[in-house]
C-alpha cells in the first residue's frame, strides 16, 4: 500500500521500506512535478504514524546488482532516528 493510500488508517505493524536518500524522498518525482522537500516530509510524517504498535524502517546501504551505495534518508535524522555521519569534508 502507499504511503498515500494509507492517510487516516492505522496497523498493528507498519513495515516502511527504500528509505533512501533519493527514493524517500523521491527526488526524481519532486523535480518532474514540482513537488517540494516539505510534502515529503509529511508524507514521511503519515507512514510513520499508521502503526499502532510496531514500526520497522528498512534501507539499503548498497545495491550488488547496480552496484550503487545508498545514504538512509535525512528524514531518518531529522527524526533522530540515526545520527548524522560525520565526513572528512565537514
Known amino acids: 500500500m502507499s504511503v498515500h493510500a494509507s492517510k487516516g488508517l492505522e496497523f498493528n505493524e507498519v513495515y516502511i521500506v527504500d528509505l ?3 527514493r524517500f524522498p523521491n527526488r526524481k518525482l519532486m523535480s518532474k512535478n ?4 516539505e510534502e515529503e516530509r509529511r508524507l514521511f510524517y503519515v507512514a ?5 504498535d510496531i ?3 528498512s534501507y539499503a546501504k548498497y545495491d550488488r546488482v547496480k552496484k550503487i551505495d545508498y545514504i538512509h534518508t535525512p528524514f531518518l535524522v531529522e527524526a533522530g532516528m540515526i545520527k548524522e555521519v560525520a565526513t572528512a569534508e565537514s
Open 55 to 57: 514500526l520497522y524502517l
Open 34 to 37: 514540482g513537488g517540494d522537500i
Open 20 to 22: 533512501m536518500d533519493g
Open 48 to 52: 510513520l504514524t499508521r502503526a499502532r
